[in-house]
């Protein structure tokens, strides 16, 4: 029996703006989702979805994805000019579902998203090792 494959959730900052991108009007974080959409559009487990603002201006542009379960990362620096970024998010996904909770370490990840994470967040109920109880 096959594992379930899971569902991600991969969200992208529409309000970002870099200097370069801003051409015709159109915000870098308008650009960025317009390229991952053309990415996913047949991806059947990953959802995308705008978001006006994530709250991360100084590291614009700025994508997130979680899963049920899983750890949640934020990646910010993404030039939505540059192909490499997008092409490499699909290798971060994949990796990132083929993990039981989500927890990628920085070697796993692909290079051009190994120095610009700007967080991880463990799921509520983890149980991971990295995760220690204070109380």
Not at 4 to 9: D, G, H, N, S
Not at 70 to 82: R, S
Request: hydrophobic share 35%; aromatic share 8%; with cysteine.
């Amino acid at each position: 029996m096959s594992k379930k494959q899971k569902e991600i959730i991969l969200s992208v900052c529409l309000t970002c703006t870099l200097n370069k991108a801003q051409n015709n009007n159109k915000l870098a974080g308008e650009k960025l989702a317009q390229k991952l959409i053309d990415k996913f559009k047949n991806t059947k487990n990953v959802t995308l979805r705008g978001v006006n603002c994530m709250s991360n201006c100084k590291r614009s542009c700025i994508v997130s994805f979680t899963a049920e379960n899983c750890f949640t990362y934020v990646f910010g620096d993404i030039d939505p000019e540059n192909s490499a970024y997008i092409d490499s998010i699909e290798e971060l996904l994949l990796s990132y579902s083929k993990s039981d909770d989500g927890f990628l370490r920085r070697r796993h990840r692909p290079e051009i998203y190994r120095s610009n994470i700007v967080g991880r967040f463990p799921p509520i109920n983890s149980k991971s090792d990295i995760i220690i109880n204070l109380k």
